[in-house]
């Protein structure tokens, strides 16, 4: 029989990517936070200060924070997807990319 480990494996595959990414070190809860700004300059510095990541900083963060926003689904809670949203947008502006925001109804 194998041994059990302490710790409980996360139950899906997409837990464990947004626990533990190969590209970066993400803060504990950073997608739980209700300041988009946090969020963004949280993930900004993650993706700044990896070794690991096989893009563009601004690439690799946005990509963790489009991961995370598709993954939760319908199972995401609309308020925390509008400031996921908006984290994308402070993302953007943080790298720069003011010009890529598109226009919200």
Same mark, same amino acid.
């Given at each position: 029989?194998?041994?059990?480990?302490?710790?409980?494996?996360?139950?899906?595959?997409?837990?464990?990517? +947004?626990?533990?990414? =190969?590209?970066? =070190?993400?803060?504990?809860?950073? &997608?739980?936070?209700? =300041?988009?700004?946090?969020?963004?300059?949280?993930?900004?510095?993650?993706?700044?200060?990896? +070794?690991?990541?096989?893009? +563009?900083?601004?690439?690799?963060?946005?990509?963790?924070?489009? &991961?995370?926003?598709?993954?939760?689904?319908?199972?995401? =809670?609309?308020?925390?997807?509008?400031?996921?949203?908006?984290?994308?947008?402070?993302?953007?502006?943080?790298?720069?990319?003011?010009?890529?925001?598109?226009?919200?109804?």
């Amino acid at each position: 029989m194998a041994a059990e480990s302490n710790t409980a494996a996360p139950k899906n595959w997409t837990a464990k990517i +947004t626990l533990s990414s =190969d590209a970066l =070190d993400l803060e504990k809860g950073v &997608f739980t936070w209700k =300041d988009p700004m946090k969020i963004a300059r949280s993930l900004k510095h993650s993706a700044d200060t990896s +070794t690991r990541r096989k893009s +563009t900083p601004f690439r690799s963060a946005m990509s963790m924070l489009v &991961f995370y926003i598709n993954r939760a689904g319908s199972t995401l =809670d609309p308020e925390q997807k509008r400031i996921l949203e908006q984290a994308k947008d402070e993302l953007r502006r943080l790298y720069g990319r003011g010009e890529l925001v598109r226009n919200k109804k």
